[in-house]
């Protein structure tokens, strides 16, 4: 069964940073593509980052492009594995609920998210 489940959000004034993970289980976390995208109040999602399964490609929605840092953690033969959103010089616009997401986008699988508000 697979499970993500995200962590690290919070309250952060503009500039500042977070840095959020994703422990990822139930199916070979190494084998797949990983990302991010998240919802703001009343918007569609909208895709982030994606990863390639080495780590070794990433590609960034140019809202977020220079500020976010996607990167994971593989543990080869083992079912699970970690993904982080390290995200710099943080704006309100920033503000909503962040989910990490299983495969290339579009994909149909992603946890239920942590909540990121950007606010002085």
């Known amino acids: 069964q697979v499970q993500l489940v995200e962590s690290g959000g919070g309250l952060v004034q503009p500039g500042g940073s977070l840095r959020l993970s994703c422990a990822a289980s139930g199916f070979a976390f190494s084998e797949y593509a990983m990302g991010w995208v998240r919802q703001a109040p009343g918007k569609e999602l909208e895709w982030l980052a994606d990863i390639n399964r080495a780590g070794t490609s990433t590609y960034y929605a140019d809202s977020v492009k220079g500020r976010f840092t996607v990167s994971r953690s593989n543990i080869e033969g083992v079912a699970e594995g970690t993904l982080y959103l390290q995200m710099n010089n943080l704006k309100p616009e920033d503000t909503a609920v962040y989910h990490c997401?299983?495969?290339?986008?579009?994909?149909?699988?992603w946890g239920q998210g942590t909540q990121v508000t950007v606010s002085s």
């Open positions: 997401t299983k495969g290339w986008w579009p994909s149909n699988s």
